[in-house]
């Protein structure tokens, strides 16, 4: 408890203390200048695997409790079935839906995320706290509840080893990375890149008119140079996509299940090297398909909106 509580405790002076300082002009790890703390959307093989904040070779880092778990919270992020293998039990890396190590536009960039937090969770009704949400990606998006027994069954007491707490090494490690990302922004303000994966209400097909087939024909088209006509994902060197769906992908509780969550990340995140060029319709049609195909299953899906309404493209929940 007392190397959680001494994490806790410095994670804010991260965010407070440095939001006062001139961050230098970001550039990416390979020398190219930008014009902004993000890789751009659009971007090219130069760039494609490239990060502008690395805090492996940031040198005002140093060798304090803190900064080595910044500097492992971003190895987490990047390896996470490898670095947190006790939480893991899917093949999915928080960078796979996060590109470019959380630094690149509209892909879900995290960069001055952290100083929003706490924020309100509408899919829990309660305020989150950075940790929680961490949490939350743990047990949805890696599938963290596949280690423990079917049917739903709690954890013994004791038993933490089993599913990810607040306090668990692993989730302060990825908050320190994340709080770090948050240097230079200002605390409370909401970055203008975030939120930028959502597709107008204007252009939402209803879920009922999807049509998975479509959505499989485009896929097949366009999808298996990275993600393999399988959805298992295609290795690259030494990196590969996560698996789309199947035993080792997210399961049924994490926010990818929203066919219009989904939707949008592909509208605006992919293809790779090519994103935007899928149509609003298309990207929804790619989203209902990979949603139509198998994966675990959440356990606590009945704890999930109980205050709030159920959104309507929560497919896995309409027979609860």
Request: aromatic share 8%.
């Given at each position: ?10 994670l804010s002076l991260v965010i407070f203390s440095s939001a006062c ?121 890696e599938n963290a509840t596949g280690t423990i027994a079917e049917g ?169």
């Open positions: 408890m007392a190397r959680a509580g001494s994490i806790l405790s410095v300082s001139r961050p230098p002009r970001p550039m990416t790890s390979s020398g190219v200048p930008l014009a902004g703390p993000l890789i751009p959307a659009r971007t090219t093989m130069v760039t494609a695997w490239d990060f502008p904040k690395n805090p492996l070779t940031d040198t005002t880092l140093d060798n304090s409790r803190l900064s080595s778990d910044i500097r492992w919270g971003f190895k987490l992020f990047t390896n996470t079935p490898s670095e947190a293998r006790r939480f893991t039990p899917s093949r999915v890396s928080c960078s796979n839906c996060h590109l470019n190590r959380g630094q690149r536009e509209r892909s879900l960039p995290l960069v001055g995320v952290a100083g929003m937090f706490p924020e309100y969770n509408r899919r829990s009704g309660r305020l989150y706290s950075l940790t929680d949400r961490i949490v939350d990606c743990f047990l949805r998006s739903g069954e709690a954890p013994a007491a004791g038993a933490n080893d089993v599913l990810p707490s607040p306090t668990s090494k692993e989730v302060l490690a990825l908050a320190a990375y994340i709080t770090w990302l948050a240097r230079g922004t200002e605390v409370g303000a909401n970055p203008p890149w975030r939120g930028q994966n959502t597709i107008p209400a204007t252009a939402l097909v209803p879920v009922a008119k999807l049509d998975a087939r479509k959505g499989e024909a485009i896929f097949q088209e366009r999808c298996p140079s990275c993600h393999g006509p399988d959805g298992q994902g295609v290795a690259v060197g030494d990196k590969k996509p996560g698996p789309l769906w199947g035993p080792d992908s997210w399961n049924d509780g994490a926010g990818a299940s929203r066919v219009y969550t989904l939707a949008g990340i592909i509208r605006y995140a992919m293809p790779y090297l090519d994103p935007g060029s899928l149509s609003d319709e298309d990207a929804q049609n790619v989203a209902a398909f990979i949603n139509s195909r198998p994966r675990p299953a959440y356990p606590f899906k009945q704890q999930d909106y109980l205050t709030e309404k159920l959104p309507v493209d929560s497919v896995y929940y309409a027979k609860r």
